[in-house]
């Protein structure tokens, strides 16, 4: 069974240019996060989905971050414009929501780099 | 506020010695605990996670943790390390089954040495 993929896998942009990423989660998983993992750090929600719904946001930087779930499966996760503080690994995590299962799948991630 | 820390932000160990690495959460009446692994340019992968019942639990790659509540640790043990082991570790926590937040810890930088 393929595990949650990500796109594309490294990304360099100029500052004040838009930016896109790409989550496909494990198939039939409702729950999808994203995470924003800066250096030497560990990884920050930004924004948790459960089917098509965001039900928490409240991490998100909405003046220039946002996210969509079309259908409830794949989500794309944009920003614009881009500042250089923006330079961050993207983490996208999905998991199956039932009663006591609380384990969250990662991809890889999007190594974001902003110059 | 709900947090997590990573008491070592690196600990070099030699090859088949034991180790630990220690977390520390903010206590609250019920919690979920987590060890993930991530190796260089990886994502994160589960080690092994504490939802309730027995305190120690064992994981994958011959990890284990054990959950003290009173000292609000679940710190991760294992008894011999390979060289492959080397890899940041991350502990995480969520409050509650139905919000499925995880809260991470910075992470700690296991260094095996041969």
């Known amino acids: 069974e393929a595990g949650v993929v990500q796109s594309p896998r490294y990304k360099i942009i100029e500052k004040k240019q838009p930016v896109a990423f790409w989550c496909n989660p494990i198939s039939g998983h409702n729950t999808l996060y994203w995470y924003r993992q800066n250096l030497g750090q560990g990884p920050e929600l930004l924004i948790r989905?459960?089917?098509?719904?965001?039900?928490?946001d409240s991490q998100l930087p909405k003046d220039r971050f946002s996210a969509e779930r079309l259908k409830g499966v794949d989500s794309t996760l944009k920003i614009q414009p881009a500042e250089l503080g923006d330079s961050a690994v993207y983490l996208c995590?999905?998991?199956?929501?039932?009663?006591?299962?609380?384990?969250?799948?990662f991809g890889q991630g999007t190594r974001l780099t902003v110059v | 506020a709900q947090s997590v820390t990573q008491l070592d932000s690196q600990v070099p160990v030699f090859e088949e010695a034991p180790v630990e690495l220690r977390c520390n959460y903010s206590?609250?009446?019920?919690?979920?605990l987590f060890w993930y692994v991530q190796y260089p340019n990886q994502g994160l992968q589960l080690l092994l996670k504490?939802?309730?019942?027995?305190?120690l639990v064992k994981g994958i790659n011959g990890f284990e943790a054990e959950f003290n509540k009173s000292q609000t640790s679940f710190h991760l043990r294992k008894p011999s390390v390979h060289i492959s082991d080397t890899a940041e570790y991350f502990c995480?926590?969520?409050?509650?089954?139905?919000?499925?937040?995880?809260?991470f810890g910075q992470g700690t930088t296991l260094q095996v040495k041969p």
């Open positions: 995480a926590v969520t409050y509650s089954s139905n919000t499925g937040k995880l809260i």
């Open positions: 504490y939802l309730s019942g027995s305190t």
């Open positions: 995590a999905s998991s199956l929501r039932d009663a006591g299962n609380t384990e969250a799948f």
């Open positions: 206590s609250s009446v019920s919690v979920y």
């Open positions: 989905y459960e089917n098509e719904e965001a039900v928490d």
